[in-house]
Nanobody
Framework: QVQLVESGGGLVQAGGSLRLSCAASGSSFRWYGVGWFRQAPGKEREFVAVINWSGGSTIYSDPVKGRFTVSRDNAKNTAYLQMNSLKSEDTAIYYC?????????????????WGQGTQVTVSS
């Protein structure tokens, strides 16, 4: 069983930066990808980014491409989402998630473990 805990959210002005962390329990973390998702008020949860087990492959959604960077430190059982040039439309609850499959890239339905989320609010 994997437990994921996000941190690093907060209130930031437009144009600012935040770094989210996703700390995982268990020894299997390093063998699977980690995805980041977000859900804005009144909207469905959407994919943000994903990183593979080694950190060598990443995929980003179009709205965040060029502004967000996903990374991981397997020695610390932690994944990160660096968010730069933040916009008001980035305001959402951000979740990290991990699939039990090694298929790359994982499908949305492959994510079995989810964190509780961390709130990011960007003021304009």
């Amino acid at each position: 069983q994997v437990q994921l805990v996000e941190s690093g959210g907060g209130l930031v002005q437009a144009g600012g930066s935040l770094r989210l962390s996703c700390a995982a329990s268990g020894s299997s973390f390093r063998w699977y990808g980690v995805g980041w998702f977000r859900q804005a008020p009144g909207k469905e949860r959407e994919f943000v980014a994903v990183i593979n087990w080694s950190g060598g492959s990443t995929i980003y959604s179009d709205p965040v491409k060029g502004r967000f960077t996903v990374s991981r430190d397997n020695a610390k059982n932690t994944a990160y989402l660096q968010m730069n040039s933040l916009k008001s439309e980035d305001t959402a609850i951000y979740y990290c998630a991990q699939p039990k499959t090694t298929t790359w890239p994982p499908n949305h339905g492959d994510y079995d473990y989810w964190g509780q989320g961390t709130q990011v609010t960007v003021s304009s």
